[in-house]
T-cell receptor, first 113, second 119 residues
Framework: AQSVAQPEDQVNVAEGNPLTVKCTYS??????LFWYVQYPNRGLQFLLK??????LVKGSYGFEAEFNKSQTSFHLKKPSALVSDSALYFC???????????FGTGTQLKVEL | DTGVSQDPRHKITKRGQNVTFRCDPI?????LYWYRQTLGQGPEFLTY????????KSRLLSDRFSAERPKGSFSTLEIQRTEQGDSAMYLC?????????????????FGSGTQLSVL
């Protein structure tokens, strides 16, 4: 069975500071890893993914994530947070070749002035 | 690209009634997924279609739930004899296979969901 853990329900950061949203996963075989963001009253939106290759992947809105196989982690990062980044962030994993995408419980990011 | 659309946006029903939701995926997407999301939880996989074929169904899905995708276009999700525990946001997503790379690497495009409240 595949699973995702997002240990923090909420992350607070000041605008302009770097942010990290943590994610660890468990899956059989090679993992396909994703980050999605959910704004109020809007659908989930894709941010970035790791399939293979460079462990550091870059995505939308200046976000990036680092795949760490030994720690089974895929933390989301941004060098300088914006108030508009405030949203609910979901990490997700899929076994390579599989159909089912399994999501974590989400982390609420709050960026304050 | 008009996005994934879901109808209705909200549905309030009484326990024991049947409800049906509709999802219209992005037109060129052959893959369609249904997820369920409750407050404080991430989306939970319900079922997956490739074209008109239902290829995977969650073991957690009760027999009261059924989904169809006739002609491989829009999809419907029906819940029979609704229970209060069925109250949730029902999300639909679609995707197209990657031109290169292994299966499963494509991103999903989600609709805004149908919020079901069972009284």
């Amino acid at each position: 069975a595949q699973s995702v853990a997002q240990p923090e329900d909420q992350v607070n950061v000041a605008e302009g500071n770097p942010l990290t949203v943590k994610c660890t996963y468990s899956v059989s075989g090679n993992p396909y890893l994703f980050w999605y963001v959910q704004y109020p009253n809007r659908g989930l939106q894709f941010l970035l993914k790791y399939i293979t290759g460079d462990n550091l992947v870059k995505g939308s809105y200046g976000f990036e994530a680092e795949f760490n196989k030994s720690q089974t982690s895929f933390h989301l990062k941004k060098p300088s947070a914006l108030v508009s980044d405030s949203a609910l962030y979901f990490c997700a994993v899929r076994a390579g070749g599989g159909n089912k995408l399994t999501f974590g419980t989400g982390t609420q990011l709050k960026v304050e002035l | 690209d008009t996005g994934v659309s879901q109808d209705p946006r909200h549905k309030i029903t009484k326990r024991g009634q049947n409800v049906t939701f509709r999802c219209d995926p992005i037109s060129e997407h052959n893959r369609l997924y249904w997820y369920r999301q409750t407050l404080g939880q991430g989306p939970e996989f319900l079922t997956y279609f490739q074209n008109e074929a239902q290829l995977e169904k969650s073991r957690l899905l009760s027999d009261r739930f059924s989904a169809e995708r006739p002609k491989g276009s829009f999809s419907t999700l029906e819940i029979q004899r609704t229970e209060q525990g069925d109250s949730a946001m029902y999300l639909c997503a679609s995707s197209a296979p990657l031109e290169t790379g292994g299966a499963g690497g494509e991103k999903l495009f989600f609709g805004s969901g149908t919020q079901l409240s069972v009284l």
